[in-house]
């Protein structure tokens, strides 16, 4: 399923532990690993065109020495190695690089938080999300999350030994659980199956009314529940109410899940929403992995629940 992986990196800190992760891929079919890079061409200062071009022999030539450190990684645990280095507008030139590749994943994401905290509102992975149609993973370091590494354990171990699947039943939400039925190869243990209902939006209606609802939504639970296991799964099921973002958030831990897999869509039914607000904002603060994957229409209805 994930034949050829992009993994976009600006060698940070923690960009080599990131990369020895994703060599367990192997194991899930995995062939090839392409490291791509992207000078940023507007971080050029267009003083003179020597400079320009000497600042970018620089940069290639470490960067250059960072790719044929990863390569060696990468070639070490049996899996081929792919280096792309391209300069210009680092999301654009990253999504050209997947379509080049015809790759089955992007790995992106930001290992530590900037002064205002996670900001991935613009970030490149934001924009790799938004513009994009590969499925994205987002890793998170332990070192950097505080997630407790079991003694003796690696913090990538068993992936998707415990996945969160948050539904709002909408047709993205459907998507990505098709999409999860695929990972079944790869040791998915569990399924969490969650639904939140919006406490604003129910705060609204009379008691008989949300009594209704909530009948509503316990019965399409099950029906995912019994959909996942009739296809070999073990599932749970949580109806919650409160806060989608903060409590898809909080169940993710309380489960101790080893990654989140949630429906995202490119364009919000909202002027600038570039994609699902939950499904960033879960994203964004969660400590826990996430696989986002595209495709279908992402609005839940009336209630805006999750």
Known sequence: MFKKILYCTAFEEFYLDVLTCLLEFKEYGTEEIIVAHVISSPLFPKVH?????????????????KMAEAAKVIEGAGIRAGKRMELGITYQELLRIAHEEDVSLIVSGRERKGVLGEALIGSVTDQIVHHGTVPVYIPKHPLVTGIAVPKGGRPCEKRFRRVLYPTDWSDCARNALNYLKGLKAMGVGEVVVAHVMNEKAMKLQPEERFEEFKRIDLEKLEE???ELLSDGFDATTHLLIGDPRGEL??????????????????????????????SRYVTEFSDRPVLLVKGGECAPGDRKSF
């Open 49 to 65: 065109e020597g400079y320009f071009q000497k600042v970018e022999e620089m940069l290639r030539n470490l960067f250059n020495a």
């Open 224 to 226: 995912v529940k019994q």
């Open 249 to 278: 958030i909080k169940l993710a831990s309380q489960e101790d899940v080893s990654v989140v897999v949630m429906g995202t869509h490119g364009k919000g039914r909202l002027e600038g929403l570039l994609w699902g607000c939950v």
